[in-house]
T-cell receptor, first 111, second 110 residues
Framework: NAGVTQTPKFRILKIGQSMTLQCTQD?????MYWYRQDPGMGLKLIYY???????DKGEVPNGYNVSRSTTEDFPLRLELAAPSQTSVYFC??????????FGSGTRLTVV | DQQVKQNSPSLSVQEGRISILNCDYT??????FLWYKKYPAEGPTFLIS?????DKNEDGRFTVFLNKSAKHLSLHIVPSQPGDSAVYFC?????????FGKGTRLHILP
């Protein structure tokens, strides 16, 4: 059981480039989340989804877009990368109250 | 605005002693508080939780205390072990969202 899989694990982008961070889960969880963690900071919610076809903004959505066409996949899109988006990105799912499962993260550097 | 505050960025504790990690919150409406543990280069993993109707929850070496009048949450680890060295996050949960504190880095000293 793979749980939550994030790809890539590492990426370096140039300013203005775009990329998609992939997140796939095999637990059939309805709720999925994207967080970013900056050095010395807690995780901040970017976007979340309560089910296929439904997405909503979190605390820090600017500069990002998401889609949820299937239960399994919740990709995060950066259209015009900026240095402020240098961070570690975590995808997570939730089934019941205790059922939060996190991926291992994607470390993104924008130069 | 819902906020969860972990005011101690780091904590060092001797192996075998008690570790106490603290969390304050500002909003009284919540379903659960959760504690997550995070090792470097890994995603956070669930540790223990407490519902709004309880004031204590215990699981092995880990005990979480909830003081609703003070809006304060604490995690006790007894006895502390080397593998407990990690960053601990306090999470607030209500409806669809979970809000993280900044985390406390716990160092267990030999």
């Amino acid at each position: 059981n793979a749980g939550v899989t994030q790809t890539p694990k590492f990426r370096i982008l140039k300013i203005g480039q775009s990329m998609t961070l992939q997140c796939t889960q095999d637990m059939n969880h309805n709720y999925m989340y994207w967080y970013r963690q900056d050095p010395g900071m807690g995780l901040k919610l970017i976007y979340y989804s309560v089910g296929a076809g439904i997405t909503d903004k979190g605390e820090v959505p600017n500069g990002y877009n998401v889609s949820r066409s299937t239960t399994e996949d919740f990709p995060l899109r950066l259209e015009l990368a900026a240095p402020s988006q240098t961070s570690v990105y975590f995808c997570a799912t939730r089934d019941r109250i205790y059922g939060y499962t996190f991926g291992s993260g994607t470390r993104l550097t924008v130069v | 605005d819902q906020q969860v505050k972990q005011n101690s960025p780091s904590l060092s504790v001797q192996e075998g002693r008690i570790s106490i990690l603290n969390c304050d919150y500002t909003n009284s409406m919540f379903d659960y508080f959760l504690w997550y543990k995070k090792y470097p280069a890994e995603g956070p993993t669930f540790l223990i939780s407490i519902s709004s109707i309880k004031d204590k929850n215990e699981d092995g070496r880990f005990t979480v205390f909830l003081n609703k009048s003070a809006k304060h949450l604490s995690l006790h680890i007894v006895p502390s072990q080397p593998g407990d060295s990690a960053v601990y996050f306090c999470l607030w949960n209500r409806d669809d969202k979970i809000i993280f504190g900044k985390g406390t880095r716990l160092h267990i000293l030999p």
